[in-house]
């Protein structure tokens, strides 16, 4: 079957391989989507602590099961899953204590060391394989991963009615957080993306407050900031706009080795909270339930989609920042425009 491997820092390819093993409490999934991250980019170009080569990435991925472990009783060939990437060692001190999405081994299937799905088929560990419904469209879904990120970083902010948020960053990410914003008391969602395309898709999911930079907004400031781009400047200036009493939070991922500068005598002075909101905790569950409940709309999220042929091209367009949300499909013929 056919693969694709990142085999070094900076260098893919295409291969053709055996299919891979199931242990007896893994799956095989038959993969239908794998959407393309800013993860991905960063694994590739070896700026993601940890990631060990060769490996296949694809990490936010549905698909149907057509295999299962010997020990395997939950799910069988057939049904339809999203899969949780999120794998943690059990044994270290972040674990034990149900931290997690902190553990000091933890591993993204597709991220760190193990193989992910950006193949014919790949293993999963029953235990992060959540069956979705026959009905739910499996290409749609493969934004329940990102969904289920984005509702860790709510479980990090406060639940109060009538706040204000601004959310820096119109791509699945930040349009994703600011679909959920109202469902956790925002007033109103401000969003800032340099890139006006971008804005575009947010006015599509019936945003009006968007704009390149927050300074030609009406409001001078927040009491939830949030950051999706992982941009250093984006997150200096966020943190200049956070209300006194507000919450700061590092949703984006920025380069392992890059610092950005802050002001602590606000964040002292107002008691401005910053936190940072890693991966998928305990929620991914919830992101199948609201993800099935029609919590986000999908239709102008994703626009464009690739073969396992044309997975550099993907990667291309992913960094000229074109396109909205990318998918690659494994067993497509061919790569897909999906929206004008
Ligand atoms: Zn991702
Ligand atoms: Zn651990």
Redesign the pocket.
């Known amino acids: 079957m056919r693969a694709i491997v990142f085999e070094r820092r900076g260098a893919l390819a295409l291969i053709d391989r055996p299919e891979p093993a199931v242990g007896p409490k893994d799956v095989l999934v038959k993969p239908a989507a794998v ?1 393309m ?1 800013g ?1 991905d980019v960063h694994v590739f170009d070896g700026e993601f602590e940890g990631t060990v080569y060769p490996l296949v990435p694809g ?2 991925a549905t698909g149907e099961v057509v295999a299962v472990g010997t020990e395997v009783r939950a799910l069988r060939p057939g049904d339809h899953v999203a899969v949780n990437p999120s794998t943690t060692c059990g044994e270290c001190e972040f674990c034990l204590n149900g931290q997690q999405n902190i553990c000091l081994k933890w591993n993204g299937l597709g991220v760190v060391a193990a193989d992910g799905a950006c193949q014919e088929f790949f293993a999963a560990p029953l235990a992060n394989c959540y069956k979705l419904r026959p009905e739910t469209d499996l290409y749609q879904a493969a934004l329940i ?2 969904l289920a990120c984005s509702i860790r970083g709510y479980d990090l902010l406060p639940r109060r009615m009538g706040q204000h948020y601004l959310i820096y960053g119109a791509g699945t990410m930040g349009l994703i957080m600011a679909q959920l914003a109202p469902r956790a008391g925002a007033a109103s969602v401000t969003i800032v993306d340099l890139n006006s395309d971008r804005l575009k898709t947010a006015s599509e999911l019936g945003f009006d407050k968007i704009y390149t930079s927050a300074d030609q907004a009406a409001r001078a400031q927040w009491d939830v900031v949030i950051d999706c781009t992982g941009a250093i400047k984006a997150v200096e200036d966020g943190l200049t706009r956070v209300k006194p009493g507000g919450h700061f939070q590092n949703f984006g991922v920025a380069p392992a080795d890059r610092t950005a500068a802050y002001s602590p005598f606000r964040v002292y002075r107002g008691e401005i909270t910053i936190n940072g909101s890693m991966a998928v905790h305990n929620s991914f569950g919830r992101a199948v339930e609201m993800f099935e409940a029609g919590a986000i709309n999908p239709g102008p999220m994703i626009s464009h989609s690739f073969t396992l042929e044309d997975y550099s091209k993907a990667l291309d367009m992913f960094r000229a920042g074109s396109g909205r949300k990318l998918q690659i499909r494994p067993h497509d013929a061919r790569s897909r425009v999906l929206l004008p």
């Open positions: 959407g991250c993860t990490h936010e991963e990102p």
